[in-house]
């Protein structure tokens, strides 16, 4: 089909200003959440009004706009994903994209038990779980709110249902699940799936000091050396995560997110869109952009809104300078920012 003028003076490709493309981008489907995991929000919170959050039918044409500007990449995140109504109805929009190679989910399982199979039906590929801890107690005391065994049930859902990769995300933290580490890599194991641990940021004000709690992921290493010969290795599924093989085990890598210890900022390739239509161009800086006044203003105007992203993209810092021992600089959470 022949395209108009218009279309052709765009790019293929969204490169910032220190060369690195921008092929991945991570959509906050919602700011809610039904746990309140302690490295992630403060007790009491404050969600956005309905009328403030991108629609469906918002997010969809960002999405496409991004798509084809050469985004191959869209994680779904929050918040929790899940428990926005009739979020598989979004999941089928973006899984019918047609220039999108890989749609991916960040979920904390809890609704996975039922939703699993229409999840894959829907066009998610591969899922990312959190599980801080196999105590029911701990679990409970990280999570606030959440219940383990409905999200152990989701995992086993999950894995019961055959996606292309699934991995398990633990935050440590030192005083609360440190000890967690080598029961949560045997889990991933005996279940054949991938797990991360990660630094926790300094994003929003929560209730522990977090400079006390910082177990760096060199400390995690060392625990897991107790057990496991670990190699690196280059595999990559195009995020921050540095993998590990684990001599003997076939089925399972072992991830480091490391933000304050191992600053991936020279290879980043991605952006986030909040909730409410801000596009992030750095986890830890407040450069953005308001695609939500674009597309309210300018509704379907497809060509406004990829040059705004352009533009957008040429401001992209970067990196990100974190101190645990300072007071947050960011003051949004990490549940406002789309992990
Ligand atoms: N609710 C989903 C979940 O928990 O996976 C998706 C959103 S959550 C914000 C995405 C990821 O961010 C989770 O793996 C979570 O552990 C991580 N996360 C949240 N707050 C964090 C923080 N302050 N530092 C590091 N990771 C954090
Ligand atoms: Fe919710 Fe995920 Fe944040 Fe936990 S980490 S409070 S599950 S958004």
Redo the contacts with the bound molecule.
């Keep these: 089909m022949m395209k108009t003028e218009t279309e052709q003076a765009f790019p293929i490709q969204l490169i910032d200003p220190f060369g690195r493309r921008v092929d991945y981008m991570r959509i906050s489907v919602t700011d809610r ?1 039904d ?1 309140r ?1 302690q ?2 929000m403060a007790e009491d919170m404050t969600f956005l009004p309905r009328a403030q959050i991108l629609s469906y039918e918002e997010i969809t044409f960002i999405a496409r706009a991004f798509s084809e500007l050469g985004v191959e990449k869209i994680r779904l ?5 899940l428990i926005r109504h009739d979020s598989q109805q979004l999941i089928e929009s973006l899984g019918a994209l047609p220039k999108l190679k890989e749609l991916t989910l ?3 399982g809890s609704q996975l038990g039922k939703m699993a199979p229409a999840l894959k039906a829907a066009g998610v590929q591969r899922i ?3 599980l ?1 801890s196999l105590d029911a107690k701990k679990f409970k005391r990280i999570t606030r709110t959440g219940n383990l065994s409905k999200v152990l049930a989701g995992i086993d859902a999950a894995v019961a249902t055959g996606f292309k990769k699934l991995k398990i ?3 440590i933290m030192r005083g609360h699940n440190e000890e967690e580490v080598l029961d949560l890599v045997a889990f991933a194991i005996e279940r054949g799936i991938d797990v991360s641990f ?7 004000n ?1 209730n522990h000091d977090r400079a006390l709690s910082y177990c760096s992921s060199d400390d995690v290493r060392e625990i897991l050396e107790q057990r496991y010969s670990l190699f690196p290795t280059t595999e990559t599924t195009n995020g921050p995560s540095r993998y590990y093989r684990l001599t003997g085990i076939d089925d399972t890598k072992v991830g480091f ?1 490391s ?1 304050h210890s191992h600053n991936f900022c020279a290879s980043c390739n991605r952006v986030r869109l909040t909730a409410e239509g801000r596009l992030l161009l750095c986890l830890g800086n407040e450069h953005s952009a308001d695609l939500r006044a674009v597309v309210r203003r300018y509704p379907g105007d497809m060509d406004r809104l990829k040059q705004e992203i352009i533009d957008a993209i040429s401001r992209k810092p970067e990196r990100h300078y974190f101190d645990l021992n300072d007071e947050p600089q960011i003051v949004r ?3 406002m ?3």
Excluded: H, K, Q, R
């Excluded at 995140?77 to 994903?81: K, V």
């Excluded at 990660?198 to 929003?204: F, V």
């Design positions: 959440c746990f995991c490295y992630c995140t929050g918040g929790e994903p960040s979920s904390n990312n779980i959190s801080d995300n633990a935050v990660i630094e926790e940021m300094p994003l929003g929560v997110i933000p959470f990490m549940n920012t789309g992990g």
